[in-house]
Nanobody
Framework: VQLVESGGGLVQPGGSLNLSCAAS????????VGWYRQPPGKEREYVATLTGTRDRPTIKYTDSVKGRFTISRDRVKKTITLQMNSLKPEDTAIYYCNLISGLSDGNWWGQGTQVTVSS
């Protein structure tokens, strides 16, 4: 599995960014897809995960992003997205896409994309 993130950049506080992760060869419903981040000088931390069918997905967020971030998955386009609204300086971090296989023991990471929230 190969994961490639895009969409990071510099944004002012209160702004929005949409991160995208292209997954090759693809995504199945039993996979757990997610986003993690590593703030400057800190360890990598959990942001959000999604698994399950389109009609009955299981979605979880860390408390600090609830109501501001939305994770989604498009199996046809083979992408995992993270829509980030109302961004705060403390959201500044390298954001990583993650996929845990529902069919094997595989656990894969993307290369990361930098998000900087600053005025």
């Amino acid at each position: 599995v190969q994961l490639v993130e895009s969409g990071g950049g510099l944004v002012q506080p209160g702004g929005s960014l949409n991160l995208s992760c292209a997954a090759s060869p693809g995504i199945v419903n039993s996979d757990i897809v997610g986003w993690y981040r590593q703030p400057p000088g800190k360890e990598r931390e959990y942001v959000a995960t999604l698994t399950g069918t389109r009609d009955r997905p299981t979605i979880k967020y860390t408390d600090s992003v609830k109501g501001r971030f939305t994770i989604s998955r498009d199996r046809v386009k083979k992408t995992i997205t993270l829509q980030m609204n109302s961004l705060k300086p403390e959201d500044t971090a390298i954001y990583y896409c993650n996929l845990i296989s529902g069919l094997s023991d595989g656990n894969w990471w993307g290369q990361g994309t930098q998000v900087t929230v600053s005025s």
